[in-house]
Structure formats: structure tokens, C-alpha cells
């Protein structure tokens, strides 16, 4: 600052305290998601060793991954297909491929349960092509909120069923239970989420997120790539308007300005943890 006046080294001093001040003060979506956990956060490797033991032939693991995600997975299908049969069923191909080309999943291009739902995704929409093509029709999925709604009773013992007939074996009757979706968590005024897995090495998220509504979701720019699957009402990303069953994919770098739901919406939300919130 040599050559300054005494008034003109304060002002820039005054200046370099206020960004500073700006930058103290810019939060992450970590900051908000784990400012106060209120139980444990499953880490993502959890997942990801479910898979490495589907791939080398386990199959206690891929009904590991099954408890975890059959839910989306139907709800999802339901949203795209409008059967609750057809989403069964890709309930169960969904799994069976898994069981297939888990040796195929890669952790660097995402997280396990994004690579789960966008097979999903894949899935429903042939079902409904095919679906146009047989009969022309397909039909809006009800108004039951996700909470409330899971794949048949059958589709694990159609899923054992479909495995042994790939691999020329026995059906195996599934393990019991070993894991139960995380409860709610409050974490801003009208957002809650379930937590679902933490990759705290890529520093990404894979979470179920609850508007409630007439909601704002923060305004952000994307630390890395962020995958949305709605999965009830609807919510609105910048000029876009998503309804149930829809997809949205933002690069890293770009920024959603204003993200809300004039009804309320749940949504399935992969992203990075370093996103800043603006």
C-alpha cells in the first residue's frame, strides 16, 4: 500500500475485511446437513462393499442393496410406467441386472445408489415405449404419497427366482432384514431430509429431500454433478418445472437460482457436499 493516503489504506483495508467477511460467511450444503446430526450416517462405503460382494457372487449382499433401494427403485418406476404391476417388475429386473454387471458399477462415476436409480430410470421408461407401442396407452401413477408405497410381497421371491434361473441354481429364500430407512431430519425451515449415504472422500451425498409447501430450496452453485429424481409433487428449478417420475441433471459449476415447490415435493437428490449455498 506504499504511495497510499492515510484514508485510501483504510478504505482498502476496510474493503479486504468485508470479503473476508462475505467468505467466512458463505455455508456449504455440509454445513446445513450435518450441522446437528441427529443419528448415524451410514457411510458410503457401505454401499459400495454391498456391490463388491454382489460382483464376487454373495448373494446376501445384492438383498443388502435391495433393502436399501426397492422402495425408490418401485416408487420411481411407479411414477414413470403409472402400473403398479409394470413397477414391480422393474423392481426386479433392476436387481437382476445388478446381480449381473455388479462388477460393472464404478465408484468414481457416482454413487451407488445413482447408478441404482438411474438403472431404474432406464428400466421404466423401455417398459413405457413398450408399453405405447402394444396398446398406446399408459396411465398417470395415484396420489399416495412415497412414504406409503413399496413393490409386492412377491417381487423378492420373483427376484430369487429370476436369479436362479440366470444361474441355473435353487431359488434362495432371502435373509431377514438387516436395515431400515433412516427417520426425517429437520434441517431448515420447511427442509427436511433422510440421509442416506455419506461419501465423505468424493464429498458426495446421496439423500432423500422434503420440501414442504411453498418452499425454497437455497440458492447454489454445484460443486460437482447433482442428479434429481421426483418422486411426489412438484418443484420448480430455475424456469423449469418438474412433475413426478421426472429427471434433472446439473453439471458442476452451474447454479440453481431458485429451487421450490409451490405443493411440496420429495425427491431423491445425489450431490456433492461442497455445493455452496449462495
Request: hydrophobic share 40%; net charge negative.
Amino acid at each position: 500500500m506504499r504511495g497510499l493516503s492515510t484514508l485510501a489504506r483504510m478504505t482498502v483495508v476496510n474493503t479486504l475485511t468485508e470479503i473476508e467477511k462475505s467468505a467466512a460467511a458463505v455455508q456449504t450444503l455440509g454445513d446445513v446437513l450435518y450441522a446437528q446430526p441427529q443419528g448415524p450416517i451410514t457411510p458410503e462405503c457401505e454401499w459400495s462393499d454391498l456391490v463388491r460382494r454382489a460382483a464376487a457372487g454373495e448373494l446376501g449382499a445384492l438383498h443388502g442393496l435391495y433393502e436399501r433401494a426397492c422402495r425408490l427403485v418401485f416408487v420411481l418406476a411407479l411414477r414413470i410406467t403409472g402400473s403398479r404391476a409394470a413397477a414391480d417388475e422393474v423392481t426386479v429386473e433392476v436387481f437382476a441386472d445388478i446381480w449381473r454387471r455388479a462388477w460393472a458399477y464404478d465408484p468414481a462415476a457416482g454413487t451407488v445408489l445413482a447408478w441404482i436409480m438411474n438403472q431404474a430410470r432406464t428400466r421404466a421408461r423401455q417398459h413405457v415405449r413398450y408399453a405405447t407401442l402394444s396398446n398406446g396407452e399408459v396411465h398417470a401413477a395415484g396420489p399416495e404419497s412415497s412414504d406409503s408405497l413399496g413393490p409386492g410381497i412377491s417381487v423378492q421371491s420373483r427376484l430369487a427366482r429370476r436369479i436362479a434361473d440366470q444361474d441355473g441354481t435353487e431359488p434362495a429364500p432371502p435373509p431377514p432384514a438387516q436395515w431400515s430407512e433412516p427417520a426425517w431430519e429437520r434441517v431448515a425451515q420447511g427442509i427436511s431430509c433422510k440421509l442416506l449415504a455419506n461419501d465423505t472422500e468424493r464429498g458426495r451425498v446421496s439423500m432423500l429431500v422434503r420440501l414442504e409447501a411453498g418452499v425454497d430450496y437455497p440458492p447454489h452453485t454445484h460443486a460437482g454433478l447433482e442428479e434429481l429424481h421426483l418422486l411426489d409433487g412438484e418443484v420448480c428449478i430455475d424456469a423449469r418445472k418438474l412433475h413426478p417420475g421426472d429427471y434433472n441433471r446439473a453439471e458442476a459449476a452451474s447454479t440453481d437460482n431458485r429451487v421450490w415447490s409451490e405443493h411440496g415435493c420429495t425427491c431423491v437428490l445425489i450431490t456433492s457436499t461442497a455445493d455452496k449455498l449462495l
